[in-house]
Every structure is written in structure tokens, then in C-alpha cells.
């Protein structure tokens, strides 16, 4: 089944999805595989390399992350249903047409950076609210709220395939482009994330860094069957949050980046509403769970568009095991 068929037929409580809803998810489907030909054109078309800019992260800006700005918000923009537009590259929201539209996109347009220039998989990670006031003009304020009100979320992997995996609240889908005929197509529904794990993502270079809680789990995991324990875990870092959290999808294991203390008034590294939001609802509707070490992140009430939370996330009971250890 392709991804438009997959829209007009899926039923969320009983519902159909609202027609201005499928547009817009549409429209970011066909934005995304237009992004995954660039991406795989990469050098031929000059897209490797540094922007030679800044974002108001004050992270330096590489080509693609330019590109892939650009060409979402292009994609998006004749969506009527649309209200506004945020972006990690962007300071500020913009407003689609009138701003009066039902719905809110946030997106982290090029995730995993670091991976663009070295052919390692990068990919879009993006989180859709409920405009609170519609018919109204577009607030900044309006971006401001938990992940738990998500209507929808979900990322696109430019890896050996091009990948979609969203959820509308009743479950995790996953669509592979095909890339002659230029379609999503379903090919595994209902992911689930198994409760135990023994397969753990973290930056181990920051180890001296964290938490004691995150020293604990890691050295009891790294200790293996003779350790507390009694199991032996694997370790795999990719850099992309887009590529790690999908192999958790996949075959289970969990995420990490949490606080720790090179920058201790900064909660960390990752962002909140377009990084972790989106894949804590994906990751709680794949039947795992999502923390920043003592709470649920999808229950935290943000303050800014660009904070930074620290992330847990995946199997059930590692993401207790880590709350059970922040809470000691
Ligand atoms: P980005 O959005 O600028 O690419 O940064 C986020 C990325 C995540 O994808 C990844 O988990 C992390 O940063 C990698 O960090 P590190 O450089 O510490 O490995
Ligand atoms: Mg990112």
C-alpha cells in the first residue's frame, strides 16, 4: 500500500484522518523523497561541505542542512491546513499563508550533521500539534507545548534505504521509498520495542562526564555476564539520533544523551521539541518509554523552541532501570 492510500484509510479511534492532515503529512512525504535524491546525488551536486553559516544554536550550518530547510519549507508551504513552521535552523516560527490554519510542523531538518560528509545515514526527524487557537493569527507561544499533545510524529532515514516511520497515536508504521516509482510504501506495521534489551547507544567519549545514575547503568551493562547484571551487552554509537533510535525501533536496545557536566546549566544536548518529543511519542507507541532521567519527556511543559533535554529512551525495562538509578 502506498503512503497516500495508507492516509485515507487509517482510522485513529475510530476516526479518519482529517483531509487537511493527509495533505500536510503528504506533502512532507514528498518533500523527504525529494530530499533523499539530493542526498544520494551528495557530491555530484556539490551538496557536501559547511554552509560557512551559523544557526541560532550556534552550531556551524552545513550545505544540507540548508537544503533540507529550504526544501521542507517549500514543500509545506501550499498546505492550507498549515498554520506555522518551526525549525532547528531557524530562531523564530514562520507563519504558512494566513497563520489561521489547524496545524503546527516542527522539524529537526537534517539530523546527524556530523554524518552528512562522511556517507553515514542522516535523516528528518518532525512532531505535528493542534494549533491551540485556530482562525487565529500565529503565535510563537503557540509552538509551546508538551509532546505528549503531539498529533503525530515521525522521521525519514536517508540510509541504504530512504525509510518513514510515523505514528498517529495508534501505533508505529514503517514505509520504505521505492525509489523508481517515488513512493512510500508500508512495509512493516506495528512496531514494537521488547521490554529487555542488551544493546545500549551512548557517546561512551562523554563517560567522565555524566551523571553518576548513567555511570552506574553503563558500568553495570559494560561488567556482562560476570557483572550484576549477568548478561553481556553491545554497544553501537552512529551519531545520527535518527539512525540509533531507528535501530531501537528495529531490534530494541536503548538510546542515550544525557546531562552531563562540560556544560552543566544546559540540560543537554539534544532538542526537545523536534528531537526528543517526536521520538519519545514514537518510542512510547512502539510500547517503550521515553525519560530525561527522572521524568517523562513527552510531560515536560517546554519554555523555549529551542531548549535541550537530557534523553533515555527504548526498552521498558533498561528506561526503568535508569529511573530507578536517577531516583536512588
Ligand atoms: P544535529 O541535529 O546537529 O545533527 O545534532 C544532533 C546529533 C544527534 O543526531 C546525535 O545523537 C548527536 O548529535 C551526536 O552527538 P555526538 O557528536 O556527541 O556524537
Ligand atoms: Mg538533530
Not at 42 to 63: C, D, F, H, R, Y
Request: hydrophobic share 40%; aromatic share 6%; charged share 20%.
Amino acid at each position: 500500500m502506498n503512503f497516500k492510500s495508507y492516509l485515507a484509510t487509517l482510522r485513529v479511534q475510530d476516526q479518519a484522518l482529517p483531509e487537511g492532515l493527509q495533505e500536510l503529512l503528504l506533502a512532507l512525504s514528498h518533500a523527504c523523497s525529494g530530499l533523499s535524491q539530493a542526498v544520494a546525488q551528495g557530491p555530484l551536486i556539490g551538496l557536501l561541505g559547511s554552509a560557512g553559516t551559523g544557526n541560532v544554536q550556534g552550531e556551524v550550518q552545513q550545505k544540507l542542512d540548508v537544503i533540507a530547510n529550504d526544501t521542507l519549507i517549500a514543500g509545506l508551504s501550499g498546505c492550507s491546513a498549515l498554520a506555522g513552521i518551526a525549525s532547528e535552523e531557524m530562531e523564530l516560527p514562520i507563519p504558512v499563508g494566513s497563520g489561521e490554519g489547524s496545524y503546527l510542523v516542527l522539524f529537526d531538518p537534517l539530523d546527524g550533521s556530523s554524518n552528512i560528509d562522511v556517507n553515514v545515514s542522516i535523516g528528518t526527524i518532525f512532531s505535528i500539534l493542534k494549533k491551540p487557537i485556530p482562525n487565529a493569527p500565529l503565535e510563537p507561544n503557540d509552538f509551546l507545548q508538551a509532546g505528549s499533545q503531539q498529533v503525530a510524529a515521525g522521521y525519514v532515514v536517508y540510509g541504504p534505504q530512504t525509510t518513514l516511520v510515523m505514528s498517529l497515536g495508534a501505533g508505529v508504521d514503517l514505509f520504505t521509498l521505492d525509489p523508481i516509482t517515488d513512493q512510500f510504501m508500508l512495509t512493516k506495521e506495528s512496531i514494537r520495542i521488547p521490554q529487555a534489551a542488551k544493546e545500549f547507544a551512548i557517546n561512551m567519549s562523554n563517560s567522565r562526564h555524566w551523571a553518576k545514575p548513567v555511570q552506574r547503568y553503563i558500568e553495570e551493562c559494560l561488567a556482562g555476564v560476570t557483572g550484576v547484571r549477568q548478561k553481556d551487552f553491545n554497544m553501537r554509537w552512529i551519531a545520527s539520533m535518527v539512525a540509533d533510535v531507528h535501530r531501537v525501533l528495529m531490534r530494541g536496545g536503548v538510546f542515550m544523551y544525557p546531562w552531563d557536566q562540560r556544560e552543566p546549566n544546559k540540560p543537554g544536548k539534544l532538542r526537545l521539541m523536534y528531537e526528543a518529543n517526536p521520538m519519545g511519542f514514537l518510542v512510547e507507541q512502539a510500547g517503550g518509554q521515553a525519560i530525561d532521567g527522572k521524568q517523562r519527556i513527552l510531560e515536560i511543559k517546554p519554555t523555549t523552541l529551542h531548549q535541550r533535554v537530557s534523553v533515555m529512551l527504548g526498552a521498558g525495562e533498561e528506561i526503568e532501570r535508569l529511573r530507578t538509578y536517577h531516583l536512588a
